[in-house]
């Protein structure tokens, strides 16, 4: 593999890309097939990693199977698997293998997807796919449109860049935004990114259900005019992330119609659900956003990385994000032939449609549908089993296939100190084991823990062994309480 003329042009003979390629390959299906069987999570710490992972900047060659073995061994196994079928935490990565190859080729053929002269189809599949969005979220196709992002923090931030271009134009030195203190924590971050203090923030609280309250809203909105400050944006959660709550998004857009607010929301997570009859219900008036976010690299089973951003009317993002600079105007087109890095931030941009493309022509969109339903259903099945037992008390019900629950015996009495120590460790000695990744959140002051499944190869027999093995760490706990 060391043939020094290939080698200074940074290339392999033929029968050697075949052969590493077809080694990837063979290591990847490997992974689909196997991955049920290993455990999704992992841990090391810095010393570990620098001991196997630091070496010198390496001036000379080392034979490419070489170095994926290293890499297989040592680089690889040290991640979580975000689609093992007991990875409940976070938000999981289920992704799809059609999806993963599309990758590869758009990587493999290079493709510029920043602008239309340079890739004509890579401009058409991303707006052809954001046409299926657009109609899947009830969206107009005639003026709406929306770009690809590497995730959804991105995505909320192109939306944010663009309603403050457009309700507050050069000046939001009065600005105001809203959202609930259920919100991901991305948004403050892209608020923040684009200029605004902390005193343009305000965070509305959530009702026991974690829904934005709607009276908190009105009350902060009319003391800000009062004022004289200007409220500009509110941004809604379709699915928060600790909940998988839905905010009153039919009651906020005749707000933000009635005061002139930009609204926004983020349906990172929650927003697949638009696929599943379940799920659908929940998210009513969803299109009434001006802009909304959603994360096909969540539950549209996408690989990373893959965000998007839609919204009413195309031409708001041309009009925030365009710049015209002389070297690229030979490129520039007619209208209709769009261009995305004028539609967003990134100017060089990979080929994200093709994975998207690719997979719901494979699957068909009836199979992301089943997906997403039976997610739902597997969360409403596990809140029934954790309602039934003497040992598990739901704290929130079953919603867009999140839920949240704790350890919490009948029977006896446990200071709440006590229960968020017990359940912390549950999490704890389950993390630890590697059996299943299950992390707690805080809900009303409580220690939880929080299951999201939107894997749609995790079954119910995954989440019985996870509470068997749970409720074992919990008697233990009661042990040593006992003790004391
Ligand atoms: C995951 C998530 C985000 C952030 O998306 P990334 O793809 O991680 O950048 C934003 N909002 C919500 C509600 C999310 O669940």
């Known amino acids: 593999m060391n043939d020094n003329n290939l080698n200074n042009k940074l290339m392999l003979s033929k029968e050697d890309m075949l052969q590493y390629g077809y080694r990837i390959i063979e290591h990847i299906v490997d992974h689909f097939e196997n991955q049920n069987d290993k455990k999704p999570v992992t841990s090391a710490s810095r010393q570990e990693m620098d001991a196997l992972l630091a070496e010198d900047i390496p001036h000379t060659p080392t034979p490419a199977n070489d170095v994926l073995d290293f890499v297989m061994d040592h680089v690889i196994p040290h991640g979580n698997i975000v689609s093992h079928p007991k990875s409940f935490s976070f938000v999981p990565g289920p992704s799809n293998y059609v999806s993963a190859m599309a990758d590869t080729l758009a990587t493999g053929f290079n493709i510029f997807s920043g602008g239309w002269a340079a890739s004509p189809a890579a401009a058409e599949l991303e707006i052809q796919t954001m046409n299926w969005l657009l109609e899947i979220f009830g969206f107009p196709k005639k003026n709406g449109g929306g770009i690809f992002t590497s995730g959804g923090s991105m995505a909320n931030l192109t939306g944010l860049v663009t309603a403050r271009r457009i309700k507050c134009g050069d000046d939001f030195s009065k600005a105001v935004i809203y959202l609930s203190d259920q919100a991901h924590s991305s948004n403050i971050k892209a608020i923040k990114v684009i200029g605004f203090k902390k005193e343009q923030i305000r965070i509305i609280p959530t009702d026991i259900e974690f829904k934005l309250s709607i009276n908190k809203l009105k009350n902060a909105i009319a003391k800000d005019r009062l004022e004289g400050l200007h409220p500009f944006c509110m941004i809604a959660s379709a699915g ?27 349906g990172a997570f929650g927003g697949a659900a638009i696929l599943a009859k379940d799920g659908k219900k929940f998210l009513k008036g969803i299109e009434k956003a001006d802009s909304l976010t959603v994360d096909p690299h969540k539950w549209f089973f996408q690989p990373y990385e893959m965000g998007c951003l839609l919204v009413k009317n195309h031409s708001w993002l041309s009009g925030t994000f365009s710049e015209k600079p002389e070297y690229l105007r030979d490129i520039e087109g007619n209208e209709s032939e769009i261009n995305f890095y004028d539609h967003g931030i990134q100017l060089t941009r990979r080929f994200r449609a093709l994975k998207f493309y690719m997979s719901l022509k494979t699957f068909g969109l009836d199979a992301f549908k089943n997906a997403v339903q039976y997610n739902i259903e597997l969360a409403e099945k596990t809140e029934a089993i954790l309602r039934k037992s003497a040992k598990w008390e739901v704290i ?3 919603t867009l296939g999140v839920i949240n629950y704790r350890y919490h015996p009948i029977n006896h009495t446990l200071s709440e100190e006590q229960l968020d120590k017990i359940n912390q460790n549950i999490s704890k000695k389950i993390t630890a084991s590697g059996d299943a990744l ?6 009303q002051g409580q220690v939880v823990l929080r299951m999201c499944l939107i894997n749609p190869r995790t079954t119910l027999q995954h989440i019985q062994d996870t509470l068997d093995q749970c409720e074992a760490y919990g008697a233990e706990e009661m042990e040593t309480i006992q003790e004391k």
């Open 240 to 266: 928060t992330t600790n909940t998988g709550t839905v905010d009153p998004l039919d009651e906020l857009a005749t707000i933000c119609k009635n005061e002139d607010l930009w609204f926004h929301i983020d």
């Open 396 to 398: 929130s019900p079953a």
């Open 438 to 443: 299950l992390v707690t959140t805080i809900l």
